[in-house]
């Protein structure tokens, strides 16, 4: 299943883009609100850009530190 992280990681190492956590700081609203909504983040209509990157960040960490 692809990530909030796959568009990173897919242009390889030497591809630039500010990144939050893992989270594409710079994609747009929609995008990671979608992102939001398939890992059924809680309060995602309600929040802004800024939220939903930080909404993503933490349910990024958390699902790596379950999977470690």
């Known amino acids: ?4 992280s796959d568009a990173q990681a897919k242009g390889g190492k030497n ?3 500010p990144t939050a956590g893992g989270v594409d700081a710079t ?3 929609d995008h990671l609100y979608q992102q ?12 802004t850009k800024g939220e939903l990157v930080e909404a993503l960040e ?3 960490n958390r699902l790596t530190k379950k999977n470690a």
């Open 15 to 17: 591809t630039e883009r």
């Open 36 to 47: 939001a909504t398939r890992l059924k983040i809680p309060g995602r209509s309600k929040m």
């Open 27 to 29: 994609a747009t609203k």
């Open 58 to 60: 933490r349910e990024s």
């Open 1 to 4: 299943t692809p990530g909030p």
